[in-house]
């Protein structure tokens, strides 16, 4: 399996805090991807990272924000938090845009 | 706008009853079409890339196959453990992203 990590795995939060959900990986991929997937819908990329802080918006960002200051880590932030953001959230890696992604195990992000 | 649709939503086997699943798309450029297994509360796992129609790739009891329009993921013989929900998804563009289909939940029967 592929060196991926996510934490937290659950997460329980009320509207409007902040979150940041961490992925972590040891393959030394180039490449990193935050999804979200939820019911009725497919897996819908927010945003993703080509190298160490340089980042581009994917299918669904509005409301998150990421950062990647290390090869291994990137970040996903949620500024205010809403119930539409209860989700389950992926973290994926590629060696290039046009490999295969391995997932993490996700984390399953509740807002009340 | 890049879509794929896959077909069916479900599907319920016995075991041993072959099948397949569909997975058409519409892009503007295919780079890849790329089938994954997602087991309940888990992260999808990688399977299979085609990147040219008559392409066909094999593991254990899955084949995939790729036309220009749609690929199709056959089961040979499945068994219980093959259970799962598979996603197509496909590389379009110049920046590769993937676009997912919805999925199909498959359930073979002892």
């Known amino acids: 399996d592929a060196g991926i990590t996510q934490s937290p795995r659950h997460k329980v939060t009320e509207t409007g805090t902040p979150v940041t959900l961490r992925c972590h990986q040891t393959?030394?991929?180039?490449?990193m991807y935050w999804y979200r997937q939820d019911p009725g819908h497919g897996l819908r990329l927010i945003h993703y990272s080509y190298g160490v802080k340089d980042t581009d918006k994917g299918e669904v960002s509005d409301g998150y924000s990421v950062s990647r200051s290390k090869t291994e880590d990137f970040l996903l932030t949620l500024e205010s938090a809403t119930s539409s953001q209860t989700s389950v959230y992926f973290c994926?890696?590629?060696?290039?845009?046009?490999?295969?992604?391995?997932f993490g195990p996700g984390t399953r992000l509740t807002v009340t | 706008e890049d879509q794929v649709t896959q077909s069916p939503e479900a599907l319920r086997l016995q075991e041993g009853e072959s099948s397949s699943l569909n997975c058409s798309y519409t892009v503007s450029g295919l780079r890849g079409l790329f089938w994954y297994r997602q087991d309940p509360g888990k992260g999808p796992e990688f399977l299979f890339t085609?990147?040219?129609a008559g392409e066909e790739k094999e593991k254990e009891r899955l084949k995939a196959t790729l036309t220009k329009k749609e690929s199709f993921l056959h089961i040979t013989a499945p068994k219980p453990e093959d259970s799962a929900t598979y996603l197509c998804?496909?590389?379009?563009?110049?920046?590769?992203?993937?676009?997912f289909g919805k999925g199909t939940l498959l359930t073979v029967n002892p």
């Open positions: 393959e030394n991929h180039r490449y």
């Open positions: 994926a890696i590629s060696e290039d845009p046009r490999s295969e992604q391995y």
């Open positions: 085609l990147y040219s």
């Open positions: 998804a496909h590389a379009g563009g110049s920046n590769y992203k993937l676009t």
